[in-house]
C-alpha cells in the first residue's frame, strides 16, 4: 500500500497545479479511507481476489523465534499418549488455538494403550561371569525414568520371561537373512534373537522370529550419528500391525460405543505371540563380540561392525523378562477451524500427532511447532480481512506412536462427511530431522507442491528456492508415495482416498523414539536457527492457502496418468510375463484422456470466470468441476478392500505383505504374486489377473468420477 501511495504522489507533484491538487487531494482521502476500512473490517468480497496479498502477508509474517518458543513449550516434559502429561500438552495447544480466537475443541476417544511395568535382561557368558544389561538411556534401575522417560519398550508386546536361552544375531530378520542363517546350519528356535533395525516394521521382525521359533527378540539401533548418547539410545516403538485402537477395529472408540474384548481373534492378531524389547546399540555389541559358532555370512559382512566375527547360537545365555500391561486409556485430538466463506463445508485438513516417545522434540513436536505457527500467522491474517474460501481445519492427532491411533478414530468416525466434503489432507510428523527437504504426496498435488517450492527460500542455501535445490531434478521421482503406513496420512489415503502431502524435513535422525529427542537436541544439531522449521511451515500454510482459496482447485490429473503408466511400466517387469496388464493399461489411457480433456475444462472455466465472476450459473458450474477434481482420488477405494487387509481400501497405494517388495504400489497385485508362490501357473496366473481386473476397474471408477458423468 505504501509504494503504491508514493507512485501517486510523484504522478501528482511532477506537474503541480490547482485542479491536479484538488484531486490529489480526493485521491488520498478515497485511499485512506479504503486502507482503513479495510484494515478494520473483514472485506466482504471474494475470498480468491485478495487470495495472493495475503499469501505473501503469510510467508513474511515467519518467525524463527516464536517457532522455537512453541517448541520449547511442547517439550518440557515427555508426553507419551494416555498420560497426565500427555493431556497438559493437548491444553496447551487448544487453549493456543483459542488465545488466538479460533474456533476450537478436543475430541476425546477410548484406546487400547500398552505401558511396561519391569523389564531386565541379564547375560551369562562361557568363562562363566555374568552381566545385568542397563535397559535405558539413563543406565539405572529406577523402575519409571528420569523425569517421568518412560522405560524403553515395544508397545502391545506380551509379557514374558524367558530363562537361559541360547543369543543368536540375525542381522535385519528378513526372510533372506534366516535362509542365510539356515544354509550355514543355524537354527533360532528357543534362541532369543538379536536383531538390527532396517526396514522392516518391527511387528514385522517379531513376527518372522516368531515363526522361526524364537523365544523372545531384541532390536536395536545402529545410530546413525556420532557421539557417546547415541550408541546409548534405546528406539522405542508400537509392535502392532495395522492402524487404530485394536478394540474399534474400523469404527471410531467412543466412549459408550462398542468394544471388542482384548481377547477377541481380530484383536489378539494385531499383537506379537513372542516378547520383545528395544536395546541401545552399546549393549547390542556386548552381545554380538561375545557370539561363537556360525561365522558371519559373508553377504552381511559389508553392512555389520567388523567386530562382529559369529552369530552363534551361544554361547552366550541371555535372560529376558519383560513385564506390560495394555489398559484402555483416553486419548484427545485437538482441532481448530477457520470457517471457508464461499465454500464453508469444503475442507482443507492440516494434521500432525503431538504425543511423543519421550520429548519428542523432532517426532512430532517439531511439526506441531510449525501447525501453531501457521496457525498465528493465519489468524492474523483474518484480522487483516482474510476468510478463506473453503473452511481449513488444524488437526492435533493423539497416540500416533501406537498406530496412528487418533486420527483413525476420527476419520472413522466422520467418513461420510470427509469423504463427501474433503479436499485434501496435509500431514507433518517430525517437521524437521536434519537437513534435506523431502515429500510425498497423491500424484495429482505434485504440480502444486513444486508451484509451492518455488514461493519458498531454501533454509540452508542463501539465494536458493526449495524448488530449484530439490525438485529440479526429475520431480516424480523426487516425490515419493503414500502407501506406506508410517505416519497419519494412513487412514486420509489408504481408508478414505483424499488426496494428501506429507512433508518432512531430514530423515534417519540418530536419536529416533529416544529420550534424547529433546529440545536441546533440535537447537544443537536438527536446527539450531529454526529456518527448517520455518521453511516447512512455509510450504505447508502455503499449500494450504492455495487448497483452500483457489477458486479452481488446484490438481492436476495428467500427472497422476503419468504416474499410473510408470508404476505399471515397474509393474510389467516385477511379474515378469505372468498375467496380462491390457485391462490396465487400457484404463489408464482413458483415464489420461479424461485428465487432458479436464485441463482444457478448466482453462475455459477460468476465462468465464475473468468475464462474469457474479453469475449464479458460472459459480454452479465451477462447484460441480471441483466437486469432480476432488471425488476422483475417491474411485481407487474398493469397498472390499486388501485381501486379509479389508481396512485398507486403496488399490494404487496401500502396505504390500511383503515388507521387503520393491513395489509401493498396487499392493494387491503384488500381494497376490506373493501368495500365489507354491501354486501352479495356471492358479497363479488366476489370482494375479483378478487383482489386476480390480485396479483397472478402480482407475474406470476414478475417470468416470473425473468425467462426473454416468454410464
Ligand atoms: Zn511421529
Known amino acids: 500500500m505504501a509504494q503504491l501511495w508514493s507512485n501517486h504522489n510523484t504522478i501528482f507533484t511532477a506537474k503541480p497545479s490547482p485542479l491536479a491538487t484538488f484531486i490529489s487531494i480526493i485521491v488520498l482521502c478515497i485511499l485512506g479511507f479504503y486502507t482503513l476500512h479495510y484494515v478494520h473490517s473483514p472485506s466482504p468480497l471474494s475470498s480468491s481476489q485478495n487470495a495472493l496479498r495475503f499469501h505473501q502477508t503469510f510467508l513474511s509474517a515467519a518467525s524463527n523465534d516464536t517457532v522455537a518458543t512453541y517448541l520449547r513449550h511442547l517439550t518440557m516434559h515427555p508426553h507419551v499418549a494416555g498420560t497426565q502429561p500427555s493431556n497438559e500438552t493437548a491444553n496447551y495447544v487448544l487453549s493456543h488455538f483459542k488465545g488466538l480466537g479460533l474456533d476450537a475443541h478436543s475430541v476425546p476417544y477410548k484406546a487400547l494403550l500398552s505401558y511396561p511395568t519391569h523389564s531386565s535382561l541379564s547375560l551369562h557368558f562361557s568363562n562363566g561371569t555374568r552381566a545385568d544389561l542397563p535397559l535405558s538411556e539413563w543406565g539405572g534401575t529406577r523402575k519409571i525414568g528420569v523425569d517421568g522417560v518412560v522405560r524403553p519398550y515395544h508397545a502391545y508386546s506380551p509379557s514374558g520371561a524367558v530363562s537361559h536361552a541360547k543369543a543368536v544375531f540375525v542381522n535385519l530378520g528378513r526372510d533372506e537373512d534366516y535362509r542365510l542363517l539356515g544354509r550355514v546350519g543355524v537354527n533360532v528356535s528357543g534362541c532369543v534373537v ?11 521382525v517379531v513376527e518372522k522370529a516368531a515363526a522361526h521359533g524364537a523365544a523372545a527378540v531384541l532390536l536395536y539401533t545402529e545410530g546413525g550419528g556420532s557421539g557417546y548418547r547415541f550408541r546409548k539410545g534405546f528406539e522405542r516403538g508400537t509392535v502392532m500391525s495395522g492402524v487404530g485402537d485394536p478394540l474399534s477395529p474400523g469404527w471410531a472408540g467412543v466412549s459408550g460405543g462398542e468394544s471388542l474384548s482384548v481377547d477377541d481373534a481380530d484383536v489378539s492378531r494385531r499383537f506379537p505371540k513372542i516378547p520383545s524389547m528395544p536395546l541401545s546399540s552399546e549393549a547390542a555389541e ?19 561392525t567388523s567386530k562382529v566375527r559369529r552369530v552363534g547360537p551361544g554361547p552366550t545365555m541371555v535372560d529376558f523378562n519383560y513385564q506390560g500391561e495394555k489398559k484402555v486409556a483416553t486419548i484427545h485430538d485437538v482441532f481448530a477451524v477457520i470457517r471457508g466463506l464461499e465454500e464453508p463445508d469444503r475442507y482443507v485438513l492440516l494434521g500432525n500427532h503431538r504425543d511423543a516417545w519421550t520429548y519428542g522434540a523432532v517426532d512430532p513436536n517439531s511439526g506441531t511447532a ?47 462427511n470427509l469423504g463427501s466434503r474433503a479436499v485434501a489432507y496435509l500431514n507433518v510428523d517430525c517437521a524437521v530431522q536434519g537437513p534435506g527437504f523431502n515429500a510425498g504426496a497423491t500424484p495429482q498435488l505434485d504440480n502444486l507442491l513444486l508451484e509451492v517450492l518455488k514461493k519458498v527460500k531454501d533454509p540452508d542455501l542463501e539465494g536458493s528456492t526449495l524448488y530449484r535445490n530439490w525438485a529440479d531434478r526429475d520431480s516424480q521421482n523426487v516425490i515419493t508415495r503414500l502407501g506406506r503406513v508410517d505416519s497419519d496420512f494412513a487412514a486420509f489415503v489408504q481408508h478414505s482416498g483424499i488426496p494428501s502431502i506429507d512433508l518432512y524435513y531430514g530423515r534417519d535422525f540418530p536419536v529416533y523414539h529416544t529420550a534424547f529427542d529433546s529440545y536441546e537436541w533440535m537447537t544443537n544439531y536438527g536446527d539450531p536457527l529454526f529456518q527448517r522449521h520455518v521453511a516447512v511451515a512455509g510450504v505447508w500454510g502455503l499449500l494450504a492457502l ?19 503408466k510408470g508404476h505399471t511400466e515397474l509393474l510389467s517387469k516385477f511379474l515378469d510375463g505372468i498375467g496380462y496388464l491390457s485391462p490396465l493399461t487400457t484404463s489408464i489411457q482413458e483415464f489420461a484422456s479424461v485428465a487432458k480433456e479436464i485441463e482444457i475444462e478448466i482453462e475455459a472455466q477460468m ?18 468441476l471441483n466437486d469432480r477434481l476432488m471425488l476422483t482420488e475417491r474411485g481407487f477405494l474398493d469397498t472390499d478392500g486388501l485381501d486379509g487387509k479389508r481396512w485398507f481400501k486403496h488399490l494404487i497405494y496401500g502396505p504390500t505383505n ?22 501352479n501357473l495356471r492358479q497363479r496366473q488366476a489370482l494375479i489377473q483378478h487383482e489386476i481386473w480390480r485396479v483397472a476397474r478402480a482407475v474406470q471408477r476414478a475417470t468416470s468420477a473425473l468425467r462426473g458423468e454416468l454410464s
Not at 377 to 395: E, I, Q, Y
Not at 546 to 564: T, V
Open 194 to 204: 538379536l536383531a538390527r533395525r532396517g526396514n522392516l516394521p518391527r511387528f514385522a
Open 286 to 304: 556386548t552381545i554380538l563380540v561375545s557370539l561363537g559358532r556360525a561365522p558371519v555370512p559373508a553377504q552381511w559382512r559389508k553392512s555389520v
Open 370 to 416: 510449525a501447525l501453531l505457527d501457521i496457525a498465528r500467522r493465519f489468524a492474523r491474517m483474518r484480522d487483516l480481512g482474510w476468510t478463506p474460501r473453503r473452511t481449513l481445519v488444524f488437526c492435533s492427532w493423539d497416540a500416533e506412536e501406537f498406530g496412528m491411533i487418533g486420527s483413525t478414530e476420527w476419520v472413522e468416525q466422520n467418513l461420510g
Open 546 to 564: 492455495r487448497l483452500a482459496d483457489d477458486s479452481i482447485l488446484p490438481f492436476n490429473y495428467c500427472s497422476y496418468a503419468e504416474q499410473l
Open 607 to 624: 476465462l468465464r470466470e475473468q468475464e462474469s465472476s457474479t453469475s449464479e450459473l458460472v459459480t454452479l458450474k465451477k462447484r460441480a
Open 658 to 679: 511383503d515388507l521387503e517388495s520393491e513395489l509401493d504400489f498396487f499392493p494387491g497385485i503384488a500381494d497376490a504374486k506373493l501368495r500365489s508362490a507354491g501354486m
